[in-house]
């Protein structure tokens, strides 16, 4: 889905795969949500979350 979404919104140049230029959307989380207990992933503590590219949150 994240490879289309650009194309979906014609915003091809500016979404899509993460590469050098293109706005990135993502959450960085302390726990690995693959190796830990499905019903703890709620609890992964967030490290930092990008918007648009620019951090909208940094854990201290």
């Known amino acids: 889905m994240r490879l289309r979404s650009g194309h979906a919104g014609f915003q091809d140049t500016k979404l899509g795969p993460i590469r050098a230029g293109q706005l990135a959307d993502c959450v960085i989380l302390l726990q ?23 951090d909208a949150y940094m854990a201290e």
Do not use: W
């Open 32 to 54: 690995d949500i693959f190796a830990i207990d499905p019903r703890t992933i709620a609890m992964a503590k967030v490290l930092r979350t990008v918007v648009g590219g620019k």
